[in-house]
C-alpha cells in the first residue's frame, strides 16, 4: 500500500474437525503498517482484514505470518495463511502445475495523489431486493457488518489500489411487507390497485410508496404509507393506446426516511391486467308503431225527416179522425 494510504483484503478459513470463533492476528509487518482485523465469528468463513501505512512510512516489504487462533473444548486450534496459486492449467482446467505459499508479501509504497474514504451508512439495509450497489435478499444474516471499498487508478506507469476504512453496514428486517391484489381494468379507463400491507416492526412518520414497473402509458401518483396502515390503493389510469396483456413487472418502492437517510425497500411482485373494451352494442331498429284499434262502428242516422206542408198535416189530421169503414 501507498504509505500514508490503505489496503484491504479478505481472509477466508476453512474449519476442519473445529466449530467456533476465530481470532486472527497478522505478525511482522513492515515498520509503520498496522492490520485492522475483524474477529470472525462461528457462522462466517471470511472476513476483512484493513492494512494501514502510517503518513511517514518508509518503502519496505516483509513475508508477515497470518495465524488464526481457535478453541475446540479446551483444546487450543491453530492455524496458518496456505494461499494456493495455479500455475499451469491443462485441458478442461485440471491443474498441473501450482504452488502454496505459507506467508503474504505486504510492502509499503511511495505515496499516491489520492485517498479514499467512506461515508458510514446511518440507516441499515433491510431485506429486500434492491437496485442499487448494495443487495440484501431474504437470506442476508441480520447484524452488522464490516465493509470497505477499493479504488484504482494509473499512477506513472501502473495501477493503484487503496482501501477505504472499514465501516459498519447493518442489516435489518423490513418494515412491512406488501402483497398485491391482480387488477383488470379496460384501455382508456381507470381503475384502484390494492397493495395490502403486513407491518413487521415501527417505523417513524410516513413512508413514500411508489408503483414500478407500469406498462406503456400507465401512470399511477406515489401514495404515503402511515405507520398504521393496512393497505395502499394507487389511482391507475390508462389511455387507448396502453397495451391490452397480462403485465406481471409491478413492484413497490418504498422510503422510510430515519436520521435524514432513506431506508429503500423493494418489493414485489404484482400483476396488472389491461383488457380490450367490448365492442359497442348494435343500434335497435326503430319498434314499429302499434296499429290503432278500429273506431267502433257509429249507428246509422236517423233519416231526416223531410216538413210536411200545411195541405198534407191536413190531410193527415182527417185521415186519423175519420170513423171506420162498415164492412
Avoid at 124 to 146: H, I
Avoid at 161 to 179: C, D, G, I, T
Amino acid at each position: 500500500m501507498p504509505a500514508g494510504n490503505r489496503f484491504a483484503v479478505m481472509v477466508a478459513a476453512q474449519r476442519d474437525d473445529f466449530g467456533g470463533p476465530i481470532k486472527l492476528e497478522v505478525r511482522d509487518l513492515p515498520p509503520g503498517v498496522t492490520a485492522e482485523i475483524v474477529p470472525m465469528s462461528a457462522d462466517e468463513t471470511s472476513v476483512p482484514v484493513l492494512f494501514s501505512a502510517a503518513a511517514d512510512a518508509k518503502p519496505a516489504g516483509s513475508l508477515a505470518n497470518l495465524v488464526g487462533r481457535g478453541a475446540a473444548g479446551s483444546a487450543a486450534v491453530e492455524g496458518h495463511l496456505r494461499q494456493r496459486t495455479l500455475l499451469v492449467r491443462g485441458a478442461n482446467n485440471r491443474e498441473i502445475w501450482s504452488h502454496d505459499t505459507y506467508r503474504m508479501a505486504v510492502a509499503v509504497t511511495q505515496r499516491v495523489p489520492f485517498r479514499i474514504d467512506i461515508v458510514e451508512p446511518k440507516v441499515p439495509l433491510v431485506q429486500s431486493e434492491v437496485v442499487m450497489p448494495l443487495t440484501a435478499d431474504g437470506g442476508a444474516a441480520v447484524r452488522k457488518w464490516k465493509i470497505a471499498v477499493l479504488g484504482w487508478a494509473t499512477v506513472g506507469d501502473g495501477t493503484v489500489v487503496v482501501s477505504s476504512p472499514l465501516a459498519n453496514l447493518e442489516v435489518a428486517e423490513p418494515f412491512f411487507r406488501f402483497a398485491f391484489q391482480t387488477t383488470s381494468v379496460d384501455q382508456g379507463q381507470k381503475t384502484g390497485l390494492l397493495v395490502k400491507v403486513e407491518k413487521k416492526r415501527g417505523f417513524p412518520g410516513t413512508a413514500k410508496v411508489e408503483l414500478l414497473g407500469l406498462p406503456h402509458e400507465v401512470t399511477a401518483p406515489p401514495q404515503d404509507l402511515a405507520a398504521d396502515a393496512a393497505q395502499i390503493v394507487f389511482p391507475v389510469t390508462t389511455t387507448a393506446n396502453s397495451p391490452v396483456g397480462q403485465h406481471r413487472t409491478l413492484l413497490c418502492r418504498a422510503v422510510v426516511t430515519m436520521e435524514g437517510q432513506p431506508v429503500t425497500h423493494l418489493l414485489g411482485m404484482g400483476e396488472l391486467r389491461i383488457e380490450k373494451p367490448l365492442p359497442p352494442k348494435p343500434a335497435q331498429a326503430a319498434a314499429p308503431k302499434p296499429t290503432p284499434a278500429p273506431e267502433p262502428a257509429k249507428p246509422p242516422a236517423k233519416p231526416v225527416e223531410k216538413p210536411l206542408s200545411r195541405l198534407e198535416r191536413l190531410r193527415m189530421e182527417r185521415s186519423a179522425n175519420a170513423p171506420p169503414e162498415k164492412k
